[in-house]
């Protein structure tokens, strides 16, 4: 079996994986401090994570070059190597935009929007959770609840930055470096994509303009030759 096959395999097994995390990261976080209930997200968390682990190891046993595949997946080491690093395991969600992006049909655009539209939602999602559970209870904290750190999360992927809340963990400020270069990234996407629709419709006006010019031309061009015939004609009849 290929990665690229192994890739297509797992996909939805991933997912759900990936969802499963989601779900459980977020009880831990936002949910009630009841000890059953924490015991059953963490049983789910490590399930999760030995997902991912197996995944990571089967995809490093299939790379034809397993010491350049291990450099460009670092990031993914980190996931499962480094609880730190925990949050990360919500990007698997991304796979979910690789499925929507096929059922979007050829158009370019449509793509794009759907990634920028899906990319947004879990950026706010993962950073919001990640950001509380980093600054909740440090000295000095500002983000405290869930509404403050998805208004964090707002106003920094959008490159606004208030100021009301900040950061004052290494965490905390690490993830805020991330959330900071994924909303530029955003932007660039979302700019782009206006700009190449604009450039398309004036495109299509000029064609149409050109297409109606052209049309006149030759109409007149048909006159003209209609003209010469019956001058012609006259001529002959003339001598």
């Known amino acids: 079996m290929t990665e690229q096959r192994w890739q297509q395999v797992s996909e939805w097994p991933l997912m759900a994986a990936a969802v499963a995390f989601l779900g459980a990261y977020a009880w831990t976080v936002l ?10 997200a963490g049983v789910i968390m490590w399930i999760t994570w030995g997902v991912f682990a197996g995944d990571f190891v089967v995809r490093l046993g299939l ?7 291990l450099l460009r997946h ?8 480094l609880p730190v690093f925990r949050p990360l395991r919500l990007l698997r969600l991304v796979t979910l935009l690789g499925v929507l992006q096929r059922s979007a049909g050829a158009a370019v655009r449509g793509r794009v929007v759907l990634y920028a539209a899906g990319s947004t939602l879990l950026l706010l999602i993962i950073s919001s959770l990640a950001m509380l559970d980093a600054e909740r209870g440090a000295p000095g904290a500002s983000i405290e609840t869930y509404p403050q750190a ?3 999360s707002t106003v920094t992927v959008t490159t606004v930055g208030y100021g009301d809340f900040s950061p004052v963990t290494i965490t905390g400020r690490a993830i805020a470096v991330a959330l900071m270069v994924a909303g530029i990234a955003l932007l660039g996407v979302i700019t782009a994509t206006l700009a190449s629709w604009l450039v398309e419709r004036v495109g299509e006006q000029d064609e149409a303009n050109q297409a109606a010019t052209r049309a006149q031309v030759a109409d007149l061009a048909a006159e003209i030759a209609a003209l010469r015939a019956q001058l012609a004609t006259r001529d ?3 001598r």
């Open 31 to 40: 949910g009630p401090p009841v000890e059953a209930s924490a015991q059953f």
């Open 63 to 69: 790379a034809p070059h397993p010491g350049r595949w």
């Open 74 to 81: 670092g990031h993914e080491l980190a996931m499962v190597v």
């Open 150 to 152: 998805l208004w964090w």
């Open 236 to 238: 002959a009849r003339a």
